[in-house]
């Protein structure tokens, strides 16, 4: 009996303790902003956010609760859903949650025409039954400070029937910092082919494809220029679509993207994936012109190409404005999946090449695949290894123009390479052997062990053998000098080739982009003229290595 007594009065004390931290909460903030910026003056009239806050917790039942908005004198509520709007105030009706409740809203503000400047009070009353909270906010009314420039003549000032803020312009396609994008003309947008996505990511090693990755990754940004004369702070939602340029008509393509989680799956595949829309939400900051950066997202399986109108709608409240610029949507067709192609039939013809490799080694002797290591061995240490640690510092100094500076290793030092050991063994396989060679001190260093750096080595040894036999390389007596520039112009080209379908394949594998100016540039310096020159040097070189062995 005593300890039912004691629980009871246990339980009894718990009560009284929760119920006397139950209470209410009530914030309120103006100009509010939602980058916490501290704003002490309204000047002009300029439409400003009121944000009211309350909180409510440990109230074991819901609760009714009145909102009363006292306003200074001048000032008035702009209409608003679930607000009830008089002169010198708002009014509304909330309900608060059992145990834990929040609710909030904006309530924008204008100050009238003839408003006076000074200080200014907003009285925020909240009540229930049994109870009540107030908030007071002052800040300052500056009349003067208009935010639409200089006063102006009548007829130039701002028609109040129009929106105190508008769309200046919408720019695509941008990158993610809004600079122009120049894989593509203005207003044409490359949107990338699903076909072979799961063919992509196993040859990348990424195993099986994460759709809802690709589907929230954005195919563009737009630059959304936005200008606010009346320095207004608000809240707006901002929706692109397509439309038909014939009929009109809102059509399937765009989406928003979402997130993963247990309730509706792939953010791509659930509720977000429907709309036929990219919807976002930005944030007027008070400044009179303010750029936007957003992404669009498509869905790649029921987007087609071809040409139409891009609608884009900023609204917010009673307040709405629509600008349409035209669009293009295609997908690149680019010489990827060809040059795979081509890269698989020389992986094919490199294994056919592999099994002659015991023939070749036999026919140099020891000695010979010794050179060969070693030739393989300086070609890794001085072309790869410095490639690949100063590669980043290069870029980063250079830019684009990186490829200048490592295309001296990556050209003239590794033809330097191969041609003076093709001409102190002029063997068919060798060649092969110093490219397998180079590729396991490679792979073994860093890790490059991939099927693309398979595809990769595999053109070179294809096309360099290639260009060899057919060019009589392994068959001709003497290798004059006439004789030699004419194989280095013709392995310069083959460097060329070489050097197309490797971008070809990293385009097509990761999804890069190359410019046609910085792929031509790349062919003609760093594949022909350096490649042509290395092999030139190399055959001089090669002919005093010679002279040193038969001494």
């Known amino acids: 009996m005593k300890r039912l007594i004691t629980l009871l009065v246990f339980i009894f004390f718990l009560l009284q303790v929760t119920a006397g931290f139950a209470g209410r909460q009530l914030d309120a903030v103006y100009p509010y902003s939602l980058e916490k910026q501290l704003i002490r003056t309204v000047t002009g009239r300029s439409t400003l956010p009121l944000y009211v806050n309350l909180t409510s917790y440990d109230i074991p039942r819901m609760q009714q609760a009145e909102v009363s908005v006292k306003l200074p004198e001048g ?67 500056d009349a003067a400070g208009e935010t639409i ?98 009929s009109g008509q809102v059509i399937e393509g765009l989406i ?67 600008q349409e610029v035209p669009l293009t949507i295609a997908r690149k067709h680019s010489l990827g999946l060809f040059a795979v192609g081509f890269a698989f039939v020389c992986f094919l013809i490199t294994l056919l090449l592999l099994l002659r490799l015991k023939q070749c080694v036999f026919s140099i002797g020891a000695k010979g695949a010794i050179t060969v290591a070693l030739f393989a061995a300086i070609s890794f240490g001085g072309i790869a290894l410095p490639s690949t640690i100063l590669g980043d510092l290069v870029h980063a100094l250079l830019g684009p123009f990186s490829g200048l500076v490592t295309g001296l290793l990556s050209g003239i030092m590794q033809y330097l390479l191969i041609v003076s050991l093709l001409v102190l063994y002029r063997k068919p396989g060798v060649l092969t052997l110093l490219y397998v060679l180079k590729f396991m001190l490679s792979g073994i260093m860093f890790g490059h062990f991939s099927p693309i750096g398979v595809l990769s080595t595999s053109v070179y040894i294809v096309v360099t053998e290639f260009l060899l036999w057919v060019s009589g390389f392994y068959k001709k007596e003497n290798l004059d000098t006439k004789y030699m520039f004419f194989v280095a112009l013709v392995l310069g080209l083959g460097d060329a080739l070489i050097t197309f379908v490797n971008f070809e394949q990293m385009m097509f594998f990761y999804r890069l982009y190359y410019a046609d100016w910085f792929l031509a540039m790349y062919m003609l310096v760093n594949g022909l003229l350096y490649s042509s020159i290395g092999s030139w040097i190399g055959f001089k070189t090669g002919t005093k290595l010679r002279q040193v062995v038969s001494e």
């Open 75 to 141: 000032f008035s509520a702009l209409p608003k859903e679930g607000w009830q709007i008089y002169k010198g105030g708002a009014s509304a009706h909330w309900q608060t949650e059992a145990w834990y409740g929040q609710n909030f809203d904006l309530l924008y503000l204008q100050a009238d025409e003839g408003a006076v400047s000074g200080t200014k009070e907003i009285e925020i009353t909240v009540a229930g039954n049994g109870w009540e909270e107030r908030k007071n906010i002052n800040f300052t009314y």
């Open 149 to 246: 420039g200089q006063p102006q003549p009548e007829s130039r000032k701002p028609d109040k029937a129009k929106f105190n803020w508008y769309i200046q312009s919408v720019s695509l396609p941008v990158d993610v910092y809004g600079r122009r994008d120049d894989r593509a003309e203005n207003g044409v947008v490359y949107v990338r082919d699903t076909t072979f996505e799961s063919f992509r990511n196993r040859m990348k090693g990424d195993g099986a494809t994460n759709w809802s990755a690709v589907f929230n990754h954005p195919a563009t940004f737009l630059l959304l220029d936005m200008r606010n004369p009346q320095r207004d702070i608000r809240v707006l939602k901002f929706k692109a679509q397509l439309l038909d340029r014939v």
């Open 256 to 322: 928003t993207a979402g997130t993963t989680n247990h309730d509706t799956g792939e953010g791509w595949a659930g509720k977000t994936g429907e709309g036929a829309e990219t919807t976002a939400l930005i944030s007027l900051d008070g400044k009179k012109s303010q750029a936007f950066i957003l992404p669009l997202y498509v869905d790649y399986f029921t987007i087609l190409e071809g040409d139409y109108t891009l609608r884009v709608t900023v609204s917010g409240g009673d307040q709405q404005k629509i």
